[in-house]
């Protein structure tokens, strides 16, 4: 099965930029999705198919994929993106979606 | 506006059986794939199973395959899952969730319900 691999925490402090790791098998031939939950909320769907924003999603928000790396970038990061972030790709050869075991991210 | 909510959660004993339901509103229900997808306690996300718009095509984790059953109601704009033979694993928040086809993202997420499995 196909297995995706992120750092477990990330910090940042307030402003600066965070990236976030999403490694694959050459995961850049599939479509990333990444999503932020919160403590005791819901995931939020923050970027779609590599780099797309949904709509309410702040730019700060952006996302690219290549080789066997797809990467989250939060640009001028507050402290209300501190959160847990998970990437996900659909298998096909399994037909099963997978997901990262996600990233926690810490403004300092 | 969007709206996804389960229900069915609980306290079930090992080897026992729970049905979960998610209610839709705000969009055409027919016209979109669900997925359900939990969440254990301090843990990440799950995928657990999928249903095609008109309940054509499903699949589901290893994990889960041959105990739970997903399925659908689109005139009752309500999704299932019928989980069997529940082990402490199984124990999570699940999260019904809307995508757009299978190998897809899953773009409204309802706010979970959780089952708990424990002797």
């Known amino acids: 099965s196909y297995v995706l691999t992120q750092p477990p925490s990330v910090s940042v402090a307030p402003g600066k930029t965070a990236r976030i790791t999403c490694g694959g098998n050459n995961i850049g031939s599939k479509s990333v999705h990444w999503y932020q939950q919160k403590p005791g909320q819901a995931p939020v769907l923050v970027i779609y198919y590599d780099s797309d924003r949904p709509s309410g999603i702040p730019e700060r928000f952006s996302g690219s994929n290549s080789g066997n790396t797809a990467t989250l970038t939060i640009s001028r990061v507050e402290a209300g993106d501190e959160a847990d972030y998970y990437c996900q790709v659909w298998d096909s050869s399994s037909d099963q979606g997978v997901f990262g075991g996600g990233t926690k991210l810490t403004v300092l | 506006q969007v709206q996804l909510v389960e229900s069915g959660g609980g306290l079930v004993k090992p080897g026992g059986s729970l049905r979960l339901s998610c209610a839709a509103s705000?969009?055409?229900?027919?016209?979109?794939?669900m997925s359900w997808i939990r969440q254990a306690p301090g843990k990440g996300l799950e995928w657990v199973s999928y249903?095609?718009?008109?309940?054509?095509?499903?699949n589901y984790a290893d994990s889960v395959k041959g105990r739970f059953t997903i399925s659908r109601d689109n005139a009752k704009n309500s999704l299932y899952l019928q989980m069997n033979s529940l082990r402490a694993e199984d124990t999570a928040v699940y999260y019904c969730?809307?995508?757009?086809?299978?190998?897809?993202?899953?773009?409204?997420w309802g706010q979970g319900t959780l089952v708990t499995v424990s002797s």
């Open positions: 969730a809307r995508g757009i086809a299978a190998a897809d993202h899953f773009d409204y």
């Open positions: 705000g969009f055409t229900f027919s016209d979109y794939y």
């Open positions: 249903i095609s718009s008109s309940s054509s095509y499903t």
